[in-house]
């Protein structure tokens, strides 16, 4: 085969290789997404487990304290101490040694996570095991919200976590959820964790404290009292710059009655 004039044989014209490098942009315009989404569905699937063993790790703890899990309001200051309430959930479990990993308390997709998990949830310096470590509260935003003073007996289609970010309106929040507003994981007192879009529609997930009937608020899902001391509470971190609300707080959100 003779070479074209000019031209060095087998070489590429300037044309034929942007029409490649082109091919090449389309391609990888089609794929990086659906990685992209691959890898995310990966994560939360991971949330998922993490959840589910976050949720047996407090209904063993249940199991040793009188069928009642974990409940900041009760925990004595000498038995574990901590600046806000919310952290006492976990660490209450983890003094108790059941878990105590502190990485299933984060969501490697969660804007809030700075992506260095904390070296403890228990301060390894404390003799008595009553003070939780700074790595793990200093300037943290937990992936969970929880719901203590709950018992096992409590109706199973009560809500013990969730992820971060729901709203009473039934819907997560796109600066505050973990997720921003495409969803979230909730775990039951029956043990089932599911992903909902949200707890409104197109019916609504929680049943009431009061009636049995259905509603999205999460706060008319949990065990009502009107002593605030005595029913449940919402604990959760809200995001730091105060972008963002969640319906629990750092010291407990009341539950509300239900319709």
Known sequence: MLNTPGRAFGAFTLIELLTVIAIIGILAALI?????KVRETAQRTVDANNLREIYKAAAIYAADNND?????QNVPATTLAAGQRVFLWPGVLAKSGILTDPAFYFAKNDPQFNGV??????NPASVQRNQLDPSFTDGRVLAWEFVGGLKMSDPATTPVAYTRGLQAGGSWDAASGVYRDTGGHIAFLGGNVVFYKDTEAPAPVFTSNQSGRKVADVRQAIPYSENQTMGAHIYGT?????????VGSVNGTPASPGP
């Open 32 to 36: 990086f997404p659906t990685v992209s």
């Open 117 to 122: 998990y904390p070296t403890a949830i228990i």
């Open 238 to 246: 809200p995001p730091l710059g105060g972008t963002g609300a969640i």
């Open 68 to 72: 009642r899990l974990p409940d900041p």
